[in-house]
């Protein structure tokens, strides 16, 4: 069945980077759009980045916009966030969640989710 696992969060300072991994199982990655979202506590989960099918196309939310790297790897059915300069206010807990062929920046236009990872920026 469809599986997405979320790995290498964690506890970071201001400035610093992290990568969060994504393995899939299940599916073939390369027909389907992943997408990374995260949520703060007290806050709606919102979209983050995400990849497209195939050509592999990348959509990033403006707060992370030169910050952040999506990429996939098919090989390896998996799919990375590299994230630099984290800032305090990128603290949550993120997800990949996937879906049929292109990115959309809605959670609920996504079908499969992950457990989650979290990623705290703290000094």
């Known amino acids: 069945q469809v599986q997405l696992v979320e790995s290498g969060g964690g506890l970071v300072q201001p400035g610093g980077s992290l990568r969060l991994s994504c393995a899939a199982s299940?599916?073939?990655?390369?027909?389907?759009?992943i997408g990374w979202f995260r949520q703060a506590p007290g806050k709606e989960r919102e979209g983050v980045s995400c990849?497209?099918?195939?050509?592999?196309?990348?959509y990033y939310a403006d707060s992370v916009k030169g910050r952040f790297t999506i990429s996939r790897d098919n090989a390896k059915n998996t799919v990375y966030l590299q994230m630099n300069s984290l800032k305090p206010e990128d603290t949550a807990v993120y997800y990949c969640a996937q879906r049929r062929d292109y990115c959309t920046e809605r959670a609920p236009d996504f079908d499969s989710w992950g457990q989650g990872t979290q990623v705290t920026v703290s000094s």
């Open positions: 990849i497209s099918s195939s050509v592999g196309r990348t």
């Open positions: 299940g599916f073939t990655l390369n027909y389907y759009a």
